[in-house]
């Protein structure tokens, strides 16, 4: 079987920005949200954006942060 076109590509992808680097969201179409309503992943060292873009790739809509409990 041979497969024509280009690769899949991840959501999540580590892209240099104009200031440093960013976590892209292809779904989004800008810097991915690092929870929800809160700070984008953007001017990030390229370490960073990489280690980011490993944790919204593994984590499944699962938030990064754990909650504090009530």
Same mark, same amino acid.
């Given at each position: 079987?041979?497969?024509?076109? &280009? =690769?899949? &590509?991840? &959501?999540?992808?580590?892209?240099?920005?104009?200031?440093?680097?960013?976590?892209?969201?292809?779904? $989004? /179409?800008? =810097? @991915?949200?690092?929870? +929800?309503?809160? @700070?984008? #992943? %953007? +001017?990030l *060292? /390229? %370490?960073? #954006? %990489?280690? $980011? #873009? /490993? $944790?919204? *790739? *593994?984590?499944?809509n699962? =938030?990064? *942060? +754990? +909650? #504090? =409990? @009530?």
């Amino acid at each position: 079987m041979e497969f024509i076109g &280009r =690769p899949m &590509r991840g &959501r999540f992808l580590v892209r240099q920005g104009g200031n440093g680097w960013m976590v892209y969201d292809s779904e $989004l /179409k800008g =810097p @991915a949200q690092i929870e +929800k309503n809160g @700070a984008f #992943a %953007e +001017k990030l *060292t /390229k %370490e960073q #954006a %990489e280690i $980011l #873009a /490993k $944790l919204f *790739t *593994t984590r499944e809509n699962r =938030p990064l *942060t +754990k +909650k #504090a =409990p @009530a």
